[in-house]
């Protein structure tokens, strides 16, 4: 374990301890636009502001909320609350990502965690992706589901006739707003989808942890599964609501 991703897990873990008593009332509170387009929470920024602590002698941070902050070479990519429209909802689907590109352009640290159950994805370059908990040393290779019988489709609001063509291959899924946490999971479904205008923060670490999974990324969406045919299909499904 290299040491950027422990010093991303006490961060992470530092995180968890905050929550651990529930929500302080002005964490609620919004305050203005962030990098990332959307209005950023105190409790994005309190989680922000713990990473910028533990993380900034790494390289420079680019935050969803504050964008660019520091210096260093090594360009560090965080979402503080990755699904933070569920958290202020009090929905247990959220977590944080975070993933370091190093001088040469290459992201060779990704770190995705759940903070709602403390589940932990972990890979660096030229490993293989590893499952483990925030308060635990061990580590393994993520759980699968052989049968899985749902995907994650993120964004599924806005494509009403792909439902459909969904559903009519009885290709199941959930939407539970978290990007970064569901292509975390991806090798537990039976696929992710996502479609429309994707951003640099909910991706880089997620995407990283996919590795040895089919993965399809266009401008326009982004498909990852353990099983070729279930991408292939989905991608033919996609084409053929554009024709």
Known sequence: MTPFIEATIKANEEISLALKNGFESHWFDKTEIGAGGDISSRLDLMAESIFIKHLSTFGHIDSEESG???????????????GSANALSLFPYYGTSVAKVNTEGVLDNAIV???ANGDLFITSLGEE????????NTFFTPHTAPNAEIGLFEKAYKYPQLID????????????GAVALSLAYARSVSYF???????????????????GLEVIVEADYVIV???????????LLIKNQKL
Request: hydrophobic share 40%.
């Open 68 to 82: 660019v902050v520091g210096g260093g070479a090594d360009k560090i990519i965080i979402d503080p609350i990755d």
């Open 113 to 115: 965690c759940n903070l």
């Open 129 to 136: 992706t590893q499952q483990g908990k925030l308060f635990n």
């Open 165 to 176: 063509a969904l559903d009519k291959e009885k290709l199941k899924f959930r939407s539970p």
């Open 193 to 211: 989808l996502f479609m429309g205008e994707f951003r640099i923060y909910d991706f880089a670490a997620g995407l990283a942890l996919c590795e």
């Open 225 to 235: 599964s353990k099983e070729k045919k279930i991408t292939q299909k989905i991608e």
